[in-house]
Nanobody
Framework: QVQLVESGGGLVQPGGSLRLSCTAS????????MSWYRQAPGKERELVAA????????SYADSAKGRFTISRDYARHTVYLQMNSLKPEDTAVYHC???????????WGQGTQVTVSS
């Protein structure tokens, strides 16, 4: 059974940090580019960060540059999003996405809530 399970969300004060995890099962993670998206209430879903299937290339939304870091651990079948210097505008549900590097196959996780508030 294919699954992407996110964890690590929660309530944090402005300026704080969180590390989100996305653990994959049921497919070979190394064949997939991995991304984190977020969606705030009343807003469209936006791409936050992405890492290539080989792990050598990363990209970030302008809002995430310098504050967020995406990484992947092949042995643990997990992708991480380290978020530092969090701001209230980072509040959203964060979703993990896996997209096959060749085939038109992608998977989504159920999301984890991040709330930045004092």
């Amino acid at each position: 059974q294919v699954q992407l399970v996110e964890s690590g969300g929660g309530l944090v004060q402005p300026g704080g940090s969180l590390r989100l995890s996305c653990t994959a099962s049921g497919f070979t993670l190394s064949n997939y580019a991995m991304s984190w998206y977020r969606q705030a209430p009343g807003k469209e879903r936006e791409l936050v960060a992405a890492v290539s299937s080989a792990g050598g290339v990363t990209s970030y939304a302008d809002s995430a540059k310098g504050r967020f870091t995406i990484s992947r651990d092949y042995a643990r079948h997990t992708v991480y999003l380290q978020m530092n210097s969090l701001k209230p505008e980072d509040t959203a549900v964060y979703h993990c996405n896996a997209r096959h590097r060749v085939l038109a196959i992608e998977y989504w996780g159920q999301g984890t809530q991040v709330t930045v508030s004092s």
